[in-house]
């Protein structure tokens, strides 16, 4: 492993949020504070408890989520994207590393940034409301896989990408309905029988659920099969990666 | 001296069919400079991009040092550097940092000392500090090159260096390449600029529509292809030819104050010793006399244009 090569495009790649620090703290800051107004207050003082969670607390993980999963993708692909878009990515195909030490390095990177975020919005979200942690170590496994895996598909998008749109496509028209829907804001349970049946399809549900169960210690699915279904997702994006190199699809002539 | 680059049939065939390498073979020796000559889109670009791994060869084998870039890729690409054409470069980092940057994904530990003596002699110490996108399009490209020296490559493939650089960079780049050959690093340049050839190389190639044409050491290459030009100048101008004269094929100057001789320098018998008798017999009195090497830029279309015909 060249591992000084990892550690070189880690810390590019982190130089790059950090001089941008004070957008990448105080958006998620900004945007979490906004959801506690409107569905915490506004909204959720209208709404019963849910599984016996207060609704501005029961939020909270689907928020978290929500944010993880967006900036996992966008840090990731647009990593990769900018390079290849202005031709600096000539760089990192002649030196003499392999595409393991080229996704930890890119991958690394990305989902620190959105693990940050987690932790800001997190840390934002133990100001408006009591926030319980049942789980902690399930917590952060389920934080860190989640950071992981969606900078992962946001490296596959920003290879597959052939423009900026394109960029923007698959977190605007997949990711964010599948969170939405992926019940974020509401439990399964409470939509009816049909519902429920094709929520079950939806990958974000197990995530979701068990990252709200790791703080409450209740769940819509069995937490082992959420565990399973993000470990089942990291693999089938790491195999995506590996044919990737493979082939050089979009990246080697 | 041992080949540190060896490039044995090498063809690249890309998607639409368009085939820009024919059979590639070429060594290189260590601590040469080769320039290779070709007009646009003759397939410069797409070799270099091939041994340093940007690309993909469709047959054929690559060797630098020994080993292979396929399955030793490692240990070719640690010995190679490479300077694109492009300007490819993150507009928002510092100079100081992308060249670090450079370093590092090689593999290469930390050695600041190094880098402040690569950028200095690029003079780009001063700008360490600065954005790229702050530089000129000369400090750019210099940033190019400092980051491949970065990681203290072998082999260096300088593309097309001087493209939309002014005349004193350009000097100052063919200077920085004599002090890495004076190192022992290898450099393979390509370019559209004969003079630079001529200037700096040790071998020039001559690569078109992806097949090398020659490559010959560059006084062979003069030698073997140049054409000698002898300027006989008169004291008095002169309306014709002198009859005496008419079994040289000599060109009479516009106006008439010299006689232009061609002769083949490859040739045993050049001829100008008895051009020299028969214009003094003709009576011509002679105010100077000059010779013209024919430049590579002549050989280089000669060579092109023969080949197309």
Known sequence: MNWTAVAAIYKFEMARFFRTLLQSFLSPVLSTSLYFVVFGSAIGSRIQEVDGIEYGAFIVPGLIMLSVMTQGISNASFGIYFPKFIGTIYEVLSAPINFLEVVLGYVGAAASKALFIGVVILGTAALFVDLPVAHPVAMILFLVLTSLSFALLGFIIGIWAKSFEQLQLVPLLVVTPLVFLGGAFYSISMLPPVWQTVTLFNPVVYLISGFRWSFFGAADVPVLVSLLAIGGFTLVCLAVIGWIFKTGWRIRD | ?309
């Open chain 2, 1 to 309: 001296m041992s080949a540190i680059l060896s490039i044995n049939a090498l063809r690249k065939t890309y998607e639409g069919g368009f085939e820009a390498l024919k059979n590639v073979t070429l060594e290189i020796e260590r601590g040469e400079i080769l320039a290779l000559l070709g007009p646009n889109g003759a397939g410069k670009t797409t070799l270099i991009s091939t041994i340093c791994g940007i690309t993909t060869a469709s047959s054929g084998s690559v060797k630098v040092g020994g080993h292979d870039i396929v399955t030793e890729y490692r240990a070719a690409r640690n010995m190679i550097g490479l300077v694109p054409q492009e300007i490819n470069l993150e507009p928002f980092e510092t100079v100081w940092s992308t060249v670090s940057f450079s370093r590092g994904l090689f593999g290469k530990p930390r050695n600041d000392a190094l880098l402040e003596d690569i950028l200095k002699k690029l003079s780009l110490w001063d700008k360490r500090k600065s954005k790229i996108m702050e530089l000129s399009g000369g400090m750019k490209r210099r940033v190019l090159i400092a980051k491949a020296l970065s990681h203290e490559p072998q082999l260096l493939f300088l593309d097309e260096p001087s493209a939309g650089v002014d005349v004193e960079l350009r000097k100052d780049m063919w200077k920085i390449v004599a002090d890495l050959k004076a190192q022992g690093v290898t450099i393979i340049l390509t370019t559209h600029y004969i003079e630079e050839a001529e200037a700096i190389a040790d071998r020039i190639g001559v690569i078109r529509r992806g097949e090398i044409l020659l490559v010959e050491h560059k006084d062979t290459l003069m030698v073997r292809l140049g054409q000698k030009q002898l300027e006989v100048q008169l004291s008095a101008p002169i309306e014709d030819v002198p009859e005496a004269l008419s079994g040289y094929d000599l060109t009479l100057a516009a106006d008439g104050h010299a006689l232009i001789y061609s002769y083949d320098v490859k040739q045993d018998r050049t001829g100008i010793t008895g051009l020299l008798n028969a214009v003094a017999e003709a009576g011509l009195v002679l105010s100077d006399v000059q010779t013209r090497q024919s430049s590579l830029e002549e050989i280089f279309v000669d060579l092109v244009a023969e080949d197309a015909a």
